[in-house]
């Protein structure tokens, strides 16, 4: 009898053991969201995509920080006062969805821009104004999306081809004295630096994963449905017993 007792508690710890979380290995925990009001609106296709326009502008603002480092001459060009200024004039231009201060020029015709060698403004800022404002463009125009919006997955898989191409060019575009228009990534035997095709690569990666989900949203709502129907009910008929007696005692 006892053995019998303790069977189903061992079964029991076991699969409280199979329960616990991986614990964080260097400080390196899974970042999470804090339960906002919004949420309550979003739908999960909703959240996800706002997640990834969330990550994906904070790796765009820390390239622009980079490259502004490697190439501190760019941001005297925009008439900032100082690199921070040159960089919050740029993000307060992306999360506004404007264009950017004194330029009517926004989004895929900014980044051509910015990579033109005769181009003479502030490449950074302008580059990096422009995959910002591409990229909220591509969501409809939205950093924030609720029930009531959609999402185009065709215009974001093109967003994200974009960036591939913005990233080629910057590597392979130079000026008339045949120097790299901007600097970035650096492999030689003296310096290995691909920090910058790194972050450009996580951009990339979110970016295909919610067109890739928002393409297969409307044909899992339907796969769902048919699932919930045959798995939930089995096909049989709802009891009514009940509710034929109630009825006849009126």
Partial sequence: MKKLTSLPLSLLVIFCAGCKPTPPVNGHV??????TKGQLVQSDPNRMANLEIRDNLAAL?????????RN????KKSGA??????????????????PLVGLTVRDTKAMELALDPKFEGDRVGMLIYGIGDMLVTAHGG???????????AQRVYNAARNVEIAMWLLAQRRDNTGHPLLRSNTASDLEQN???????????GRTDLVAEFTAEKYRRSVINYAQSFVGGQF???LPVGEISSAASSL
Avoid: C, N
């Fill in 81 to 98: 006062t100082s690199r921070e200024a040159a960089e919050v004039r740029v993000r307060t231009a992306i999360e506004a969805h404007t």
């Fill in 194 to 204: 691909l920090s910058f095709e790194r972050l450009f690569g996580t951009i990339i």
């Fill in 142 to 152: 939205k950093r924030h999306l609720y029930l009531i919006d959609g999402l185009d």
């Fill in 235 to 237: 096909f049989q008929f």
């Fill in 61 to 69: 603002y820390l390239l622009m920080d980079k490259l502004y480092k």
């Fill in 30 to 35: 899974v970042p999470e969201a804090g339960l």
């Fill in 72 to 75: 501190p001459s760019e941001w």
